[in-house]
């Protein structure tokens, strides 16, 4: 078996692939938060497992190592992971918007499927996962329900500020001035839009465009993205499970050549 | 580096030996971690080591005994200073561009928070009192050349003597007549400052010290750009950066030394790195020690760094001073022309730099182009745009980074880097 791991922020994502399926199907899938302890929780994520050869992504790919887990491993970045993964579930696609738990991507990808040109935020994590996580616990809403939540507003109100903690103090002075809360946080669901598309139009934006990342799975985003690009972005089944898929391939080609 | 045997030194020099101590101290863990620990180093780099680990000591001591026998410091920021003038009135100078965080708080007291880190630094160094360089200098050029450096040196004026030369925007009759009258009022300064007359001989001396060097270094980036990659672009970077504090004629000599043993190594096609490993040009502001940030993480994502078109780099090096000629008056003119010829991002339009990153992209032999641009830095971003739409031009690709010298973002520019290596490789 290969297995495939993307160690975000949040969560943490296993594929296996089986290295003699051509169809590449996906043998199993799990899930798990990273917690402040992701050794001990990679663990766990690879119990009852014993893959070939671990291929690693994500901000915590470098933790995933030989001598951690007993077998081969290697690495490349959520950028390369989501363009494999990417490129399998969608062979047509050629631009790529990830937003996880602290950072945003746009990818351009090349008609062969390889990365043409990416842009990624640098240093806060404004405008991705965790500032609506944060802003979801602000409105006293389960994350998973926060998008369709701002779905039942009506008109978003304008949200200035990419900061996560400034934001948060223009949705409250904004609920102290007794405006809608849906409202508010449609406005909030729009500040995301606003900074990606800035982003995927700097990379040079092709369609069909795919988005994917756990801010994929926010109907919200996916609606107001759809009106503010007048294209509708294909969304993967599971989009959090792009990375550690990508992962996979990459482990499989790795496996392929040695 | 026996740090009491200076300490005397330092005292006398009116540093603030805590604050300095906690300097070296991080300067000696940051050379160890990206320097000492590199795979098939070239032998003659010893030297450099010594350089730099004497950096605050040796070098130093070297100064203050210069100054006893009378000769003076001259301190700079800017390639634009001719060292041809200091080197022509006996006095020796100094390349003051700070490359660590340090001081900052103070230094934002006295210039804007979006300033940036380079001019931070110079001013932190100077008011935490850490940098014996600065603290010698009898006196300090600045220059016109962006506005956060114009504007800075009002308030550094008042800390230290300065001279402010006018650098010209542009390339035009005018400006050439411009600069030159500021190589004269330099020229005029100088002879004061010492009570020496330049004469013929003596700039001509000045002139062929620093083109001794130039040469060297233009020897050093013929060869490192041999496949394998014979030397790490850290390595290249250092000597850029030591090029700024040592003794000319002795780091010439060194650096052809060292070119010597790159020859042998390039005979040999041994390389520090396996032969496809992709190889990088960085593009933009000058690096000062200890910036070794963003080559140490390009380094260490599998690439190699095998050009640096940067003031602390190919564009300090380039160009020479014509040598034949013989009058003072005709040298001055050969130093004005050798000058104009800098493409910083403080001119307009300075497509020329356009035409230089092409060529030497093509001489190198880079699979893509790393720009780097400091936060704030208003030339160099601006330029950014333009050198990508260049290099598109020519299929090669960019990535643009801005960036400062805190760790912060270090997690994230090691993914964009790595991105990018994976997307040339
Ligand atoms: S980048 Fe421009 S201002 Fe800075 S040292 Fe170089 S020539 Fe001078
Ligand atoms: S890096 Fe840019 S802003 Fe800073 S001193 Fe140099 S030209 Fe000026």
Same mark, same amino acid.
């Given at each position: ?7 975000? @922020? ?45 291929? !690693?992504? %994500? ?8 001598? &951690? ?31 996880? %738990?602290?950072?945003? $991507? !746009?990818? @351009? &990808? ?9 842009? #990624? ?13 944060? &802003? ?63 982003? &995927? ?22 609606? #107001? ?18 990375? !550690? ?6 482990? $499989? ?6 | 580096? /026996? ?49 730099? /680990? ?56 006295? =210039? ?123 390595? =290249? ?31 040999? /096609? ?5 032969e496809n490993t992709p190889r990088l040009m960085l593009s933009g502001c000058p690096m000062a020690v200890p910036n070794w940030k963003l080559p140490y993480i390009i380094e260490s994502s599998g690439a190699v760094v095998v050009a640096e078109e940067s003031c602390i ?86 990535? /643009? ?25």
């Amino acid at each position: 078996m290969i297995a495939g791991i993307d160690i975000g @922020s949040r969560s943490m994502e296993l594929v296996l692939l089986d290295p003699d399926d051509t169809n590449n199907e996906i043998v199993l899938e799990r899930r798990l938060a990273t917690t402040f302890d992701p050794a001990s929780q990679l663990k766990i994520i690879l119990d009852g497992i014993a893959p070939e050869i671990i291929s !690693a992504t %994500g901000y915590g790919r470098k933790l995933v190592t030989e001598e &951690l887990c007993g077998v081969t491993t290697v690495s490349l970045t959520e950028i390369k992971a989501y363009a494999l993964g990417v490129a399998h579930l969608f062979p047509e696609a050629r631009t790529i918007l990830d937003i996880g %738990g602290q950072d945003t $991507k !746009a990818i @351009s &990808l090349m008609k062969n499927g390889k990365v043409a040109k990416f842009e #990624m935020n640098d240093r806060c994590a404004a405008g991705t996962g965790k500032f609506l996580e944060h &802003l979801a616990t602000v409105f006293q809403i389960p994350i998973a329900d926060f998008g369709s939540y701002a779905l039942e507003g009506d008109e978003p109100l304008m949200i200035n500020s990419m900061c996560t903690v400034f934001a948060e103090t223009e949705a409250t002075s904004l609920m102290a001035q007794g405006k809608n809360p849906r409202d508010i946080a449609l406005g909030l669901h729009g500040s995301i839009v606003r900074r990606t598309t800035n982003m &995927l139009h700097r990379v040079g934006l092709n369609e069909p465009l795919v988005f994917a990342g756990g801010v994929a799975n926010n109907p919200c985003v996916i609606n #107001m993205l759809t009106d503010a690009l007048k294209i509708s972005p294909s969304v993967p089944d599971r989009p959090d499970m792009v990375g !550690a898929l990508g992962a996979a391939l990459h482990g $499989k080609s790795v496996l392929k050549i040695c | 580096m /026996s740090n009491s045997a200076y300490k005397a030194m330092w005292e006398n020099l009116n540093l603030d030996i805590e604050a300095h101590d906690g300097l070296l101290e991080v300067l000696g863990k940051f050379y160890g971690d990206i320097y000492m620990s590199q795979e098939k180093r070239l032998k003659g780099m010893e030297y450099l080591d010594f350089v730099l /680990s004497e950096v605050h000591g040796l070098r130093v001591k070297e100064l203050m005994d210069a100054k006893e026998a009378g000769r003076k410091i001259i301190g700079t920021f800017c390639v634009f200073v001719p060292e041809e003038l200091s080197l022509a009135v006996d006095a020796i100078q100094v390349g003051l561009c700070a490359g660590a965080d340090a001081g900052t708080e103070a230094a934002e007291t006295v =210039v804007p928070r979006n300033t940036c880190a380079l001019i931070k630094s110079f001013i932190g160094f100077k008011m935490a009192k850490i940098c014996p360089y600065t603290e010698s200098c009898d006196l300090i050029i600045g220059e016109t050349t962006c506005d956060g450096k114009k504007k800075a040196y009002e308030a550094f004026g008042e800390m230290a003597p300065m001279h402010i030369m006018e650098v010209p925007q542009r390339k035009e009759e005018s400006d050439r007549a411009l600069w030159k009258s500021e190589v004269l009022r330099l020229k005029d300064e100088l002879e004061k400052l010492t009570g020496k007359t330049i004469t013929a001989e003596s700039l001509k001396n000045g002139i062929k010290i620093s083109n001794d060097k130039r040469r060297a270094l233009q020897r050093l980036n013929t060869l490192r750009a041999a496949k394998p990659t014979p030397i790490s672009g850290r390595d =290249v970077l250092l000597i850029n950066q030591i090029s700024f504090y040592d003794d000319p004629i002795r780091f010439t000599q060194s650096i052809n030394t060292l070119c010597d043993q790159i020859d042998e190594r390039i005979a040999n /096609s041994e390389g520090i790195v396996a032969e496809n490993t992709p190889r990088l040009m960085l593009s933009g502001c000058p690096m000062a020690v200890p910036n070794w940030k963003l080559p140490y993480i390009i380094e260490s994502s599998g690439a190699v760094v095998v050009a640096e078109e940067s003031c602390i780099g190919t564009r300090n090096s380039r160009d020479l001073v014509d040598e034949s000629c013989e009058t003072v008056e005709e040298m001055i003119d050969a130093i004005c022309d050798r000058y104009m010829k800098i493409d910083c991002a403080c001119f307009t339009p300075n497509n020329e730099r356009m035409d230089n990153i092409k060529e030497l992209a093509e001489q190198a032999g880079v699979d893509g182009v790393i720009h780097y641009s400091l936060m704030f830095c208003q030339p160099y971003t601006h330029e950014a745009f333009k050198v990508e739409k260049t290099l598109a031009s020519e299929n090669i690709p960019m990535l /643009s980074i801005e960036t400062d010298y805190s760790m912060e973002d270090v997690e994230q520019l090691k993914t964009r880097v790595e991105a990018f290596v994976e997307m040339i490789s």
